[in-house]
């Protein structure tokens, strides 16, 4: 048993080493610039590091991670808003006596042993004793859950089964946000309290401001037609053309054109290069050619002459099969320059009026190395630039298995949202549209036939944990559920090492007047005997911590050093 543990506890703390190794090598290669230090580790997150089984990013995940206040970072609490969720529950009903009873509950909230929804109850009765709560709540949204028929007691008990899945979308959605932050180690729960609240524990952030914006921004679930590719590739190819010309006219002052060499690559060459279907290419077999080699001075070299020719094909591989609505593909290194292209007034006058281009939220499932995204057309058919479909139409969503067994999404929708998506579809048969959360796209389906009655089946290469994520987004745009910040705090990161130091310190000090009293009260050999059972106590409290991926933090120093002496106080024991 106590070589298995050994075993165990040497397993887990090597995370730590071999994190250490590469953020050491980074920091070498790097020489004071961060973003270079963060470039290098971005370049083998997704490489295996250790064991061959293990990327850099899983390790990361796995090592023995400081606290905020060893650390500094960022905590904050969210505070998802329950009578805004009523309030879209009972579809913003002008009722006086509802309104009432709703912002005194909200009131009373701060200062009660009760939530919210037991406080409105209260109140409403109180104020309008023989109404009932089906009257408020028999809406499109609760159709199939609440009828004029339905008692309080199945009314409240429905309320409170919404709200918590209100909370629930909150949480799936800032923790899909802070993922693309690409915070290291984020801790995100949700505080099974009464106000419905989620904590937020981000170390190392330095724009306190940014993630603010990023955590309380209301999530908006669309559903977006599409373009296909082939419709668009010839306005993207005489967008690069335009992009060149605006381009040598900003270096003309200070340089000079440069010719096209014999082994330049056309533009349709370039365009083929990355056949549908087959991202990964772009992240190895193209990407050699086009991001050139540090190595090899001559396909740098060649890299500058294609950026020339072609800007923006240079850093975004086409879709040349021109089929469904992706574009084109990208390493996330080249997304800003991408959207800065894009967003030019002049290159926006070569692109169609109605499209708008959206990235993926995840990289393409053809790269296996997780650095390749796609770039999605969408189409905007209405005048006010809205979606032809919003989240709020939906009224249910969950993860299934196709009639093949494999992993699928059902969506259901209320009567309207049904009369419109069955004209949607009916109207892209054979097209894909695209579900977007936050101006990113999750999924975008091909439609095989008009769907009516509101129910569908989303079928793909998912796999059962994507499929419940699409169902958790879907799900996520069905209410309303604005999360407000109600306590925030930032720990620097002076303060953190500081910490750290008098930790280490203290820990340190503890340990050797500890050696040297066993030493002189019991001799020598015994007293080393003891000592050796502290570095092992050590040890294994250290690898078992690790494989609770428990965060360090002061106190649990001080908890350590405490350990120590409750282990010579045994051997204390032992010895008299």
Known sequence: FAVLLTLVCVFYLSFSFVTRHYTNKAKERANGDTK???????????????LGNYTLKQCREMEISLGLDLKGGMNVILEVSIPDVIKALADNK??????????????????????VITLFIKEYHRIAPDAKLSELFATQ???????????????????????????????????????????????????????GRIMVELPGIKEPERVRKLLQGSANLEFWETYTAKEILPAMQSADSKLRAILSQETAAD?????????????????EATPAKKAVSVADSLAATLKGDAKDEKAGANMEEIKKQYPLLAVLQLNSSGQGPVIGYANYKDTADINRYLSMP???????????????VSPSEFDK????????????????????????????????????????????MNSDGARRWAQLTKQNIGRSIAIVLDNYVYSAPNVNSEITGGRSQITGHFTPEQAKDLANVLKSGKM?????????????????????????????????????????????????????????????????????????????????????????????????
């Open 369 to 412: 190395k997780g650095q390749t995204f796609e770039l999605y057309a969408i189409k905007s058919t209405e005048r006010n630039g809205k979606a032809p479909l919003e989240g709020d139409v939906v009224t249910d969503a969950k993860d299934e298995f196709d009639q093949y067994s494999k992993p699928a999404v059902s969506m259901t």
């Open 141 to 195: 949204q609760l159709k199939d859950k609440v009828n004029q028929k339905s008692s309080d007691a199945e009314v409240e008990k429905v309320l409170r089964s919404e709200v918590k899945a209100a909370v629930e979308n909150s949480y799936n959605v800032l923790r899909t946000r802070i993922d693309r932050f690409g915070v290291v180690q984020p801790n995100i729960q949700s505080l099974e309290d009464r106000m």
């Open 36 to 50: 270079v230090e963060q470039d290098y580790l971005d370049s083998l997150s997704n490489e295996k590091v250790w």
């Open 255 to 271: 340089s000079t054109a440069t010719n096209a060499t014999a082994d330049t690559i056309p533009a349709a060459k370039l365009a």
């Open 480 to 576: 309303p559920a604005p999360a407000h910040i109600v306590q925030e705090d930032i720990v620097g990161p002076s303060l953190g090492q500081e910490s750290i130091n008098a930790g280490i310190f203290s820990f340190v000090v503890a340990l050797i007047l500890l050696m040297i009293y066993m030493c002189s009260m019991y001799g020598f050999i015994p007293g080393m005997v003891a000592n050796c059972a502290l570095f092992l106590n050590f040890f294994f409290t250290l690898g078992i911590l690790s494989s609770f991926q428990a965060a360090l933090t002061m106190s649990g120093i001080a908890g350590m050093v405490l350990s120590l002496g409750m282990a010579v106080d045994a051997n204390v024991l032992i010895y008299e």
């Open 94 to 115: 002008p009722d006086e006596n509802f309104n009432q009873a709703l912002a005194t509950a909200a009131k009373q909230a701060t200062n009660s042993q009760d939530d």
């Open 346 to 360: 002049e290159i926006q006058s070569e692109l169609p009026k109605d499209l708008r281009l959206k990235w993926g």
